[in-house]
Nanobody, 123 residues
Framework: QVQLVESGGGLVQAGGSLRLSCVVS????????MGWFRQAPGKERDFVAA????????YYADSVKGRFTISRDNAKNTLYLQMNSLKPEDTAVYYC????????????????WGQGTQVTVSS
């Protein structure tokens, strides 16, 4: 298992940018993929993006393609989410998560979670 700590959330105007970070500690060799999810009030936790921890292949939700970029720095054990052209509908708590096997993009297939960081986009 790994431990995850997110940072980088905040308040930004529509059209602006933010970069989220997630520091990973523990048994990092056990990770297959790392992902970002988000949850708005009263809604389910939705997949945003994922990256294969070793080889770096990326996956995105249609709603963020072309605006968000997921990346990782294995030397620093850190996951990133660069968010550009932010929209009010991107407002949510963002979570990073670790997947330990070859699963789907569903939240139930990710086994470890961070505490979340709030992103608020004003119109």
């Amino acid at each position: 298992q790994v431990q995850l700590v997110e940072s980088g959330g905040g308040l930004v105007q529509a059209g602006g940018s933010l970069r989220l970070s997630c520091v990973v500690s523990g048994r990092t060799f056990s990770i297959n993929r790392m992902g970002w999810f988000r949850q708005a009030p009263g809604k389910e936790r939705d997949f945003v993006a994922a990256i294969r921890w070793i080889v770096g292949g990326t996956y995105y939700a249609d709603s963020v393609k072309g605006r968000f970029t997921i990346s990782r720095d294995n030397a620093k054990n850190t996951l990133y989410l660069q968010m550009n052209s932010l929209k009010p509908e991107d407002t949510a708590v963002y979570y990073c998560a670790a997947q330990y096997y070859s699963g789907t993009d569903s939240a139930q297939d990710f086994g470890s979670w961070g505490q979340g960081t709030q992103v608020t986009v004003s119109s």
